[in-house]
Nanobody
Framework: QVQLVESGGGLVQAGGSLRLSCATS????????MGWYRQAPGKQREMVAVITSDTSANYADSVKGRFTISRDVAKNTVDLQMNSLKPEDTGVYFC???????????WGQGTQVTVSS
């Protein structure tokens, strides 16, 4: 079993920045696709960014150029740097881990991000 714990959410004004961090209970960073997803009120959960290696990451079109996902294998953490935040970035942000070549899928409990206009 893998536990994921998010931190770093909060309230910020539009144009501001936040950094989210996801800590894993064991070292799976290097053998899993690690991602950040978000869910706004009344909407479905959507992918924000996914990282599969130190040189491979994918982003939702809505966050490209503003958000950066990174990982630290030694610390077992995955971070999401969010800049130029917009009110539409508001939602609960979830950390996700999908170990390669398995059907396993792990979620954190989520952290709230609120961007005021």
């Amino acid at each position: 079993q893998v536990q994921l714990v998010e931190s770093g959410g909060g309230l910020v004004q539009a144009g501001g920045s936040l950094r989210l961090s996801c800590a894993t209970s064991r070292n799976i960073i290097s053998v899993a696709a690690m991602g950040w997803y978000r869910q706004a009120p009344g909407k479905q959960r959507e992918m924000v960014a996914v990282i599969t290696s130190d040189t491979s990451a994918n982003y939702a079109d809505s966050v490209k150029g503003r958000f950066t996902i990174s990982r630290d294998v030694a610390k077992n953490t995955v971070d999401l740097q969010m800049n130029s935040l917009k009110p539409e970035d508001t939602g609960v942000y979830f950390c996700n881990a999908r170990p390669f070549f398995t059907s396993q899928n792990y979620w954190g409990q989520g952290t709230q991000v609120t961007v005021s206009s």
